[in-house]
């Protein structure tokens, strides 16, 4: 009956020729980069420490909202024109859209984007395996032909618990589930003060082999993405110290992935570990994985074959694969391919990616409260910005209203090393089994009014924010060692400032 093979058997390591081809400059990337400056021997330094102005202004630029309830991660960028805001709720249905189980068959994890993106927020890491929100990608050693995760044979790169029973009803296939326990660790701050940790065992229903590597992922929430894919890629390389040439312990370097539109390798900006380039491809990724739905640019189900999200997509190659050319993109794929029967069209497709990226950020809240500006100052001399960047300036050749906005995103996009307490021990392209993308902060005190909740972290571990702190280990073991010595009203006023944001 099962005939899962991996879609990506071969096993080449990506040649250094085709990283470096991959470092390719856009027009707008000539310019000194913002923050960063050009020494003797030519080569960036790395940008100097924020100054207290990059804190200041709306979060998403001119994309920004002053909506905090329920639906804060969900409304579309006021930047928009009037036919763009249409083309926005095309997108919004389709990612609101519950599918058929015939659509969703052979295998899938939920049944719509917003099953796991609920209000465009942060998926909950509960324990009902019920509730497929967590997401666990999977492989084994050695390197796929993109460059990327090694496919685990007859699972693919996650696992995918649902297919159609029988009886035509959704049951739980031989991919099985994780079921998910924690263990309480009690600690105390230096002031005596306890708090405690809950460290996750997940155990897969299924036989994995033995060598498998397993990697827990909740939905992280969606709003200001087509300002993160705005970002020229000069802007975050300025950022980038791998040999730490300013000693501050911090080695922040970027991904490198393949794009399938595009058919090379480019740098990372989405998931938890940077390993998607771009908001088109990180839709039709999710469509073909986590929805089982195909489309012109996956148009084959995930257990065909050479099948699923592979190495030349939808076999043509696009003009871009961002935002920037979505229409030209879209004409390509209409063109290559009239007759396609896949779960979704192209317009499906590029409308639910044109949604993710142009979704408002709702600004930063009480920032004249005295608290929140002494967490603040907290933030700076915990050393936190190091990582979560407070500003950006998106690049003037961004369409939508996304382009030459300062905006407030509280990242890097950069890969740290965060230690062995929240490694997964799973490489994805460049990031190592420690690395993840530093976590863009914006709209992170309101995960409680959107989503319900306030779990923290790649895997939604951490129940609050002073938890997800306490777990920063590796490049961030100095900010958390900082935070544990300070007074509670000092940790009170961090906590107070981040969740403003
Ligand atoms: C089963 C739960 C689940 C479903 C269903 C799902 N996602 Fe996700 N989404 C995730 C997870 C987990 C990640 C992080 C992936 C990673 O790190 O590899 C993610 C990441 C993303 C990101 C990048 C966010 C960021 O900050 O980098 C976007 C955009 C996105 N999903 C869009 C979609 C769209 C569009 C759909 C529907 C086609 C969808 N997702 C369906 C769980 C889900
Ligand atoms: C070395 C870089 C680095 C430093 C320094 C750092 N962080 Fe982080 N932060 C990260 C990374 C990477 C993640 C994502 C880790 C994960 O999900 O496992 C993260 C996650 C978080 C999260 C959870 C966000 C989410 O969406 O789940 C919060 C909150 C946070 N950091 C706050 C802080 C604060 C406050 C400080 C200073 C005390 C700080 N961080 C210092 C890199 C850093």
């Known amino acids: 009956m099962r005939q899962f093979l ?5 096993c080449l390591a990506l040649s250094s020729a085709v990283v470096l081809s991959a470092c390719e400059k856009k027009a707008d990337d000539t310019a000194v980069p913002l923050g960063g400056s050009i020494s003797l021997d030519g080569a960036v330094a790395p940008a100097p420490a924020p100054a207290p102005g990059d804190y200041n202004g709306p979060a998403g630029g001119s994309n920004t909202i002053n909506q905090f309830d329920a639906m804060a991660f969900g409304m579309p960028s006021p930047a928009l024109s009037g036919q763009e805001t249409q083309y926005h709720n095309t997108g919004q249905a389709n990612f609101a859209q519950v599918f058929s189980l015939q659509q969703l068959a052979p295998l899938w994890n939920n049944e719509s984007c917003s099953g796991c993106h609920v209000n465009g927020g942060r998926s909950k890491a509960g324990t009902d395996p019920t509730i497929p929100q967590l997401l666990f990608r999977v492989s084994i050693p050695g390197v796929a032909d993109d460059g ?10 996650q696992i995918q618990p649902f297919i159609v029973g029988s009886d035509g009803t959704r049951v739980v296939g031989p991919e099985g589930k994780v079921t998910i326990t924690y263990q ?37 929430q969606a709003a200001g993405l087509g300002l993160l894919e705005a970002v020229s890629e000069q802007d975050i390389m300025a950022n980038a110290d791998p040999n730490d040439r300013n000693n501050d312990g911090i080695t922040g370097h970027e991904n490198r992935v393949w794009d399938v539109a595009m058919q090379r390798t480019v740098i990372g900006r989405f998931g938890w570990k940077a390993n998607q380039p771009n908001l088109l491809q990180q839709a039709a990724a999710a469509f073909n994985g986590d929805l089982g739905i195909t489309s012109p640019f996956f148009p084959q189900e995930s257990n065909v074959p050479g099948g699923g999200m592979n190495k030349t997509g939808p076999g043509v190659k696009l003009q871009s694969s961002g935002l920037n050319s979505l229409t030209a ?9 009239p007759n396609a029967q896949t779960d979704i069209d192209v317009d499906g497709l590029f409308s639910t990616a044109f949604y993710t990226g142009t979704l ?8 004249n409260d005295p608290q929140v500006i002494a967490g603040r100052a907290v933030f700076v001399a915990a050393k936190c910005a190091a990582c979560h960047k407070p500003m950006f300036k998106t690049s003037g050749t ?3 209203g996304l382009g030459n906005q300062t905006i407030h995103p509280y990242t890097d996009l950069l890969l740290h090393d965060m230690g062995p307490g929240l490694a997964d021990n799973r490489p994805d392209y460049l990031a190592s089994g420690s690395e993840w993308r530093t976590a863009p902060l914006w709209g992170t005190g ?18 609050n ?13 100095t900010s958390r060692r900082y935070v544990e010595q300070l007074s509670q009203t000092d940790r009170d006023a961090l906590v107070a400032f981040v969740n403003s944001l």
């Open 398 to 400: 961004a369409p939508y």
């Open 184 to 220: 309480e660790q009690l600690k105390s701050f230096v002031d005596g003060q306890s708090y405690s940790l809950r460290t996750p065992t997940y155990t897969p229903t299924a036989s994995l082999p033995a060598n498998v590597m397993i990697s827990p992922r909740i939905g992280p």
């Open 465 to 477: 924010v002073m938890e997800a702190i306490m777990w920063h280990g590796g490049e961030g073991e």
């Open 6 to 10: 991996t879609f990506r058997q071969a």
């Open 360 to 367: 408002a950020v709702p600004a930063a809240r009480n920032t």
């Open 446 to 463: 309101l995960s409680q009014t959107t989503s319900n909740h306030t779990n923290y972290l790649h895997d939604g571990r951490a129940r």
């Open 329 to 337: 993109a879209a004409a390509t794929l209409k063109n290559a391919n």
């Open 148 to 157: 990327g995760p090694n496919p685990v044979p007859g699972f693919g790169n």
